[in-house]
């Protein structure tokens, strides 16, 4: 996007920073995407508002036990809680794919872009701090809430891809919450190229869990494979070979 400055058209850019490594996305766009990688019956599985003490342990002991990729969305503020470092250098360590999900709740479809710029960095910091990896790829983004505002074109120049929300199961308060409703709602979102969109973290994510254990080993028996969101990383080489579709790199 474009700024007007004396009749001109000036894009805005981030501020310089000589020592800021971008996110890893390739060719990022400023239009959050909602579809994933390879053809047939494959779906990209995110997970947001982690890390999370239990919830998250026990994904990602589904997710190992089934050889599944995930891309988690992860906030600052959960990383920085108690339990939080270790589960994000589980996430990492175990192949899994990391997305900026902001430092807080915070809903930042009316900030500024220098606001979300800074929030943007300020996580990148603390996860990269976190993994003791200066570089470390956090490839995607997405916004809380789904409130978008300037954050889509910021992430772009921030070298991250924005994912829109997909196929959510409704997993948040105020929706029916029951096992047999979450575990419907995720069976529903399984469709040929889906990005489907779970929480491990947020509140009391339990009952996804356990959605997640009864649905994922029926898919895989029939045949779904997992892999990451279009947009992203050229290729992800620490992920799990058998679950990258083809022509998902």
Not at 82 to 92: E, F, Q, T
Not at 176 to 182: A, G, H, I, Q, W
């Amino acid at each position: 996007m474009t700024a007007k400055s004396g009749g001109a058209q000036e894009t805005w850019r981030p501020a310089s920073d000589r020592e800021f490594v971008a996110g890893g996305a390739v060719n990022p766009t400023t239009a959050p995407l909602a579809a994933a990688r390879g053809e047939g019956n494959t779906v990209a599985l995110t997970l947001d508002d982690g890390p999370n003490p239990g919830e998250t342990s026990d994904v990602l002991d589904l997710l190992r036990e089934h050889s599944v990729l995930a891309t988690f969305c992860v906030i600052g503020e959960n990383i920085l809680a108690p339990g939080g470092a270790a589960l994000l250098r589980r996430i990492v360590s175990e192949g899994h794919v990391l997305c900026n999900h902001g430092t807080s709740f915070a809903d930042m479809g009316s900030w500024t872009r220098s606001q979300v710029e800074r929030d943007l960095k300020e996580n990148l910091t603390i996860i990269r701090q976190v993994v003791e990896n200066p570089s470390a790829p956090v490839p995607y983004f997405r916004a809380p809430n789904g409130s978008w505002g300037n954050t889509a074109e910021v992430a772009a120049a921030l070298g991250m891809q924005s994912l829109g929300l997909g196929n959510v199961i409704h997993d948040w308060d105020g929706n029916d919450l029951s096992v047999p409703t979450l575990t419907a709602n995720l069976r529903a979102a399984f469709e040929p190229g889906a990005v489907v969109l779970a929480h491990d973290g947020g509140g009391d994510r339990r009952n996804t869990v356990t959605a997640l254990k009864r649905v994922l080993p029926e898919k895989i028996a029939a045949g779904w494979a997992f892999t990451l969101p279009r947009g992203g990383p050229a290729e992800f080489p620490n992920a799990v070979p058998d679950q990258l579709a083809p022509g998902s790199a």
